[in-house]
């Protein structure tokens, strides 16, 4: 039923999107499971709605086991919301293998950890909604942010796969791709060491390109909008496969993107970010 109360885990729920989420859903009524790794010892919210757990999306045991909890608990799960993430600065060159190891832990391999953990028992009642979280830089690659672009443009592809290997059994895949918002994940990015050094060949293009996409995330939508937006997806009854979330402007580069020859819109990018064509 469309409003009918689900078992609904919201990784990376102790900020940003995924607190958001966690708190406007069960706002709702649904029955929600918030998993954190700073998350000291299980809590319940929201008017007993919203149980926090401990998981770090990193390690398997401990993903297993809040999974394993949970099915416990509800003897089922409705919607995974796999928000756990990341953010990381620096050009590629700049950034060390293993920072790049760090970031796809936690943004690729945590949440395939998270969606294998939960398909057996999706597949299992044959039905069942993941949320896979990339972002409009899962789309475009962005200066300095190329790591960053690279874990969502992973995401993409899993996401895709997933989609048509679960459908049979009555499985959605979404995977929705925001924009800028003004959330606790601009202060959190982790800066590449070599980029941030004085003696970088890109010192001066990287702090521009960083000044400006923190100002756009800055005076990006709250969170709150990907919250409604969420708790719509999971409401509706024909569910596409994607949705961005942000400004008409953002949207529309993705568009732009696809009729612009590639190097034209490069040069546009690039300007945009980093003042240099």
Same mark, same amino acid.
């Given at each position: ?30 029955? &929600? ?5 700073? &998350? ?7 008017? #007993? ?13 401990? &993903? ?11 003897? @089922? ?6 928000? $756990?993430?990341? #953010? ?16 796809? %832990? ?55 796969? =997933? ?13 929705? %791709? ?29 702090? @521009?390109? =960083?000044?400006?996409? %923190? ?13 409604? $937006? ?13 949705? =961005? ?17 590639? @190097?034209?819109? %490069? ?11």
């Amino acid at each position: 039923m469309k409003d009918a109360s689900k078992v609904i885990l919201v990784t990376g729920a102790t900020s940003g999107f995924g607190k958001a989420t966690a708190l406007y859903l069960a706002g709702l009524g649904h029955k &929600v499971y918030g998993f954190g790794r700073s &998350v000291e010892s299980t809590s319940k919210e929201a008017g #007993g709605n919203l149980t926090m757990m401990r998981m770090d999306v990193d390690d398997s045991a401990s &993903v297993n086991d809040a999974m394993g909890a949970v099915l416990a608990a509800e003897g @089922r799960i409705d919607v995974v919301l796999a928000a $756990a993430g990341l #953010g990381l600065g620096g050009s590629v060159e700049d950034i060390s293998i293993a920072e790049a190891k760090a970031l796809f %832990e936690t943004n690729v391999f945590g949440v395939l950890r998270t969606v294998k953990a939960a398909a057996p028992a999706m597949r299992k009642q044959r039905s069942g909604l993941i949320v896979f979280v990339s972002s409009i830089g899962g789309l475009i690659g962005l200066p300095f942010q190329g790591m960053y672009s690279s874990t969502k443009f992973a995401i993409e592809g899993l996401a895709e796969a =997933m989609s048509m290997e679960l459908r049979p059994f009555g499985v959605d895949v979404v995977i929705v %791709e925001p924009g800028d918002f003004a959330t606790g994940f601009t202060a959190n990015r982790v800066k590449a060491a070599m980029s941030e050094a004085p003696d970088s060949e890109y010192k001066e293009t990287y702090k @521009r390109a =960083m000044r400006n996409i %923190e100002k756009d995330e800055n005076s990006g939508y709250k969170p709150d909008v990907f919250a409604i $937006a969420l708790s719509r997806i999971i409401s509706s009854r024909r569910r596409k496969l994607r949705y =961005m979330i942000g400004s008409p402007l953002q949207k529309s580069s993705v568009f732009i993107k696809k009729v612009l020859p590639a @190097r034209l819109f %490069e040069r546009i990018m690039g300007w945009y970010y980093t003042g240099s064509r």
